[in-house]
């Protein structure tokens, strides 16, 4: 009796002794368990935070792509607008002006408008022999803006042509005529300013 009491309490504490070490393993394996879970987490979580900022390089990339495209336009506007100003300045121009010339201005665009666009050879000729009382100030004034171009620019006098001609309003002298029965009338003496601005033909 006392054997068999023996082997049952052997019985016990080695069924004890399994439990414990199937507990104490369930619950390592458990722990090892979370572990893994908690590693994924932190790799999913790290990988996630990696794609982030890769999407957030490639937005920066884009928009100081952008920005680096913006200011190469701009750029380029530029240029080619210093280079449309330097064309404009590279053509020689040449140009005389008469002021308070004593006619007035529409007696001056009569003559004007004969010669405008014309040769300035051709322009002398029209001038020479044209009876008007504006084509004795437009031939001096020709022959002026000739000697421009030519003393001053070093332009060609076979491709000089007049690219611009007009008269302006000067001042008016005002001057008193006596009238009848003691009264008095005024006289507008009209002035005129008058340019002419010559090119060469390409």
Not at 45 to 68: G, I, P
Not at 113 to 139: C, H, M, Q, W, Y
């Amino acid at each position: 009796m006392a054997d068999e009491k023996e082997k049952k309490v052997t019985t016990a504490s080695k069924k004890s002794e399994e439990t414990k070490t199937a507990k104490a393993e369930t619950k390592s394996s458990n722990k090892t368990e979370s572990k893994t879970a908690e590693k994924k987490v932190a790799e999913t979580k790290t990988a996630k935070t990696a794609t982030k900022k890769a999407e957030t390089k490639v937005a920066e990339n884009k928009e100081t792509a952008k920005t680096e495209t913006a200011e190469k336009k701009t750029e380029n506007a530029k240029k080619a607008v210093k280079v449309q100003k330097e064309s404009e300045t590279e053509e020689l121009v040449a140009k005389a002006t008469v002021k308070y010339a004593r006619i007035s201005s529409r007696k001056i665009a009569i003559v004007a408008n004969l010669i405008r666009g014309k040769n300035v050879d051709e322009a002398l000729a029209i001038l020479k022999f044209t009876p008007k009382a504006g084509s004795e100030v437009l031939e001096k004034l020709l022959k002026s803006a000739i000697a421009n171009a030519e003393n001053n620019n070093q332009m060609n006098h076979s491709k000089l042509y007049i690219a611009e001609i007009y008269s302006n309003q000067g001042p008016t002298l005002k001057r008193i005529r006596p009238a009848a029965k003691g009264s008095a009338v005024r006289i507008r003496k009209r002035t005129s300013n008058t340019t002419i601005v010559l090119k060469e033909r390409v």
